[in-house]
């Protein structure tokens, strides 16, 4: 059966107690924390940065799931590695040479991954999917949390997991944006196992909500 994974994105989280609230996530039983990098260059927002993934880095063991929204983003996976990133996941439409990106991450021992916006067709992942470990399928257009679930992503999600199905290869569908008690059913059906959670577990009772959402994925 399908290893379903909740990775709650502490781009919405009160950073004046960060690290409780992460602890709070952790012990629910999220077993990824999502590390959301903007550069105000690939999405208008700037959020965080290495500083910050080492300070968190220094009280947690969990899994650290970072998606790199950034332009050229081969210029920083040294770094996010020594950070702590376990698994680094790049966007296509940020990278020039997405193929030699993937390698690096890859040679570097943590996961690889690629994420496509919205409007990205899923034939750029032909010549690089046997060496992704995730593919991230965003469902809103990426910058900001609280954003609402794009429904055509839907049918996007279906025809991954029929083109994993046929590669026969075990690569996760990591899905990111608008992930909430409305559409979680949604994603699931369409064979999403990595949700992405951010609004909808930062902003209320952070166990209750991490609780709630890993008794939904145990059905699936
Ligand atoms: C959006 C980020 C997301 C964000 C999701 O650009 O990549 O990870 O935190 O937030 P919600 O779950 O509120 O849509
Ligand atoms: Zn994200």
Redesign the pocket.
């Known amino acids: 059966s399908r290893h379903n994974i909740l990775a709650p ?1 502490i ?2 989280a009160n950073f004046n107690h960060l690290g409780e609230d992460i602890q709070t996530v952790i012990s629910a039983g999220a077993e990824y924390l ?1 590390i ?1 990098v903007m550069d105000g260059m690939f ?1 208008p927002s700037i959020s965080f940065g290495m500083p910050v993934i080492k300070s968190i880095r220094k009280e947690q063991n969990c899994f650290f799931d970072v ?1 790199l ?1 950034v332009q050229d983003p081969g210029r920083y996976i040294d770094d996010f590695v020594s950070c702590g990133a376990d698994s680094i996941t790049v966007h296509a439409e940020a990278c020039t040479h997405l193929h030699r990106v993937v390698q690096s991450i890859k040679s570097k021992g943590v996961r690889a991954a690629v994420a496509l916006n919205p409007s990205t067709p899923l034939n750029v992942l032909d010549y690089v999917m046997d060496d992704l470990d995730m593919v991230l399928i ?1 469902t ?1 257009n ?6 609402s679930y794009i429904p055509q992503m839907t049918e996007k999600i279906l025809e991954l997991r029929k083109k994993i199905q046929e590669s026969g290869r075990n690569i996760d569908i990591q899905v ?4 909430n008690d409305q559409t979680i059913h949604t994603v699931l059906d369409a064979g999403a196992n990595i949700l ?5 577990v930062f902003k209320g009772e952070l166990a209750e909500k991490v609780k709630r959402y890993l008794n939904i994925m145990k059905e699936y």
């Open positions: 994105s781009l919405s999502h959301d999405v998606h929204m965003m809103v990426p910058g900001f949390g609280g954003q990111d944006g608008g992930v992405v959670a951010g609004s909808a």
